[in-house]
């Protein structure tokens, strides 16, 4: 896909900009979301034209003909009037449809960029290709693409109650979620389920179903959501990995992912299904 960057747009027309600089989103105080604004109205960037990127449109930007542009300030400091710093976890679980996907997008580009300027063939410096998403070695003419890592994610339900877990790295914030892993080579989408859930909780599942899928940004996930039935099995947690798992009425659930993730929506829609019992 087209990702050459639009000089006309950069300059006259009014886009989506999502701003990275150590990590964290450059955000307005006054609306603490990316803005949408012309390129003279942040001054600032007249310093970093060299580091805008324009993304391809989204659906959810294209109906409204507003392009994207993205810069990576790494480990650059910016300290701008107006303007603060703010984790791209915390304004992803703050923002919903259309900035979701864009902030997701961008910072997935960005990390591309960075892991990929020099061949992983030969070792030479690469280039970025400006007709699609894609990094180029002219010496080997070795091409790399954003990697995606298929990820299952799934919402376990037994009768009236729900299976939730809560991860080693939750274990501070005490937050319980469903359970989730990567798809391993040679695996399809329903054995990494069956399989991830009987090493991380020691269960055994029956009746899945597909539920929905989401981009996720930590670093280059593609979550691919299920609901499943219980189908035996005591409750055993993975040493390093599950810190305590449990089975919750859906009235006395603990705290939990916000809806903005797979993961909410899930536990949602896993509440709703056990409702219509």
Same mark, same amino acid.
């Given at each position: 896909m087209m990702i050459k960057l639009d000089e006309g747009?950069?300059?006259?027309?009014?886009?989506?900009?999502?701003?990275?600089?150590?990590?964290?989103?450059?955000?307005?105080?006054?609306?603490?979301?990316?803005?949408?604004?012309?390129?003279?109205?942040?001054?600032?960037?007249?310093?970093?034209?060299?580091?805008?990127?324009q993304l391809p449109p989204?659906?959810? #930007?294209?109906?409204?003909?507003?392009?994207?542009?993205?810069?990576?300030?790494? /480990?650059? %400091?910016? !300290?701008?009037?107006g303007w603060e710093k703010v984790?791209?976890?915390?304004?992803?679980?703050?923002e919903y449809d259309i900035a979701f996907s864009v902030i997701g997008r961008a910072w997935q580009y960005i990390h591309f960029l960075r892991t990929h300027q020099f061949c992983g063939q030969c070792g030479a410096k690469t280039e970025r290709v400006d007709w699609e998403m894609a990094m180029q070695c002219y010496r080997c003419q070795h091409r790399t693409y954003p990697r995606v890592s298929p990820c299952i994610i799934v919402s376990i339900h037994n009768n009236e109650k729900i299976l939730l877990a809560k991860?080693?790295?939750?274990?501070?914030?005490?937050?319980?979620? #469903?359970l989730a892993g990567f798809v391993e080579s040679?695996?399809?989408?329903?054995? /990494?389920? %069956?399989? !991830?859930?009987?090493?991380?909780?020691?269960?055994?599942?029956?009746?899945?179903?597909?539920?929905n899928s989401q981009p996720w940004p930590f670093p280059h996930s593609l979550m691919v959501g299920f609901i499943a039935e219980y189908d035996g099995g005591e409750i055993r947690c993975q040493e390093n990995e599950i810190d305590d798992a449990q089975w919750f009425e859906v009235d006395a659930l603990p705290?939990?992912?916000?809806?903005?993730?797979?993961?909410?929506?899930l536990i949602e829609k896993t509440v709703s299904l056990i409702g219509d019992k």
């Open positions: 747009k950069l300059t006259s027309q009014q886009a989506m900009w999502v701003v990275f600089s150590r990590g964290k989103v450059l955000v307005q105080e006054s609306s603490e979301s990316i803005p949408v604004a012309y390129l003279s109205e942040i001054p600032f960037l007249a310093s970093y034209v060299n580091e805008i990127h989204l659906n959810e #930007t294209a109906h409204r003909e507003l392009p994207v542009f993205v810069v990576d300030l790494g /480990a650059e %400091h910016v !300290e701008e009037p984790s791209l976890r915390q304004l992803l679980f703050a991860g080693v790295r939750h274990k501070e914030s005490n937050m319980y979620s #469903t040679g695996e399809s989408l329903e054995q /990494a389920v %069956h399989r !991830e859930v009987f090493e991380e909780v020691g269960v055994k599942v029956k009746n899945l179903r597909y539920y705290t939990i992912p916000p809806k903005v993730s797979i993961a909410g929506q």
